[in-house]
Nanobody, 122 residues
Framework: QVQLVESGGGLVQAGDSLRLSCEAS????????MGWFRQAPGKEREFVAA????????NYGDSVKGRFTIARDNAKNTVYLQMNSLKPEDTANYYC???????????????WGQGTQVTVSS
């Protein structure tokens, strides 16, 4: 069982940066690929980024490539999402998830956090 707790969300202006964190419980964190997804009201959950257990491989959704960076610190059981050049369309609830591979679909993940809200004003 893995429990995930996100933090770092908030209200920012367009062009600002924000870093989200997701801390995991348990001793097997490095065995899991980690992903970030987001969901805005009335929209489907969207893939943002994923990282392998080792941290050596990453992949990103098209809408955030070049602006967002995913990273992890296995010693701290934490995965991060650095978000730069934020846009109003980035406004959503952001979720981290743990699974067996760097899937870009929600079905690829077993464990989910409760989410943290990011709001970007224009």
């Amino acid at each position: 069982q893995v429990q995930l707790v996100e933090s770092g969300g908030g209200l920012v202006q367009a062009g600002d940066s924000l870093r989200l964190s997701c801390e995991a419980s348990g001793r097997t964190f490095s065995r899991y690929a980690m992903g970030w997804f987001r969901q805005a009201p009335g929209k489907e959950r969207e893939f943002v980024a994923a990282i392998s257990g080792s941290g050596l491989s990453t992949n990103y959704g098209d809408s955030v490539k070049g602006r967002f960076t995913i990273a992890r610190d296995n010693a701290k059981n934490t995965v991060y999402l650095q978000m730069n050049s934020l846009k109003p369309e980035d406004t959503a609830n952001y979720y981290c998830a743990a699974g067996g591979s760097r899937s870009s679909t929600a079905r690829g993940y077993t464990y989910w956090g409760q989410g943290t809200q990011v709001t970007v004003s224009s």
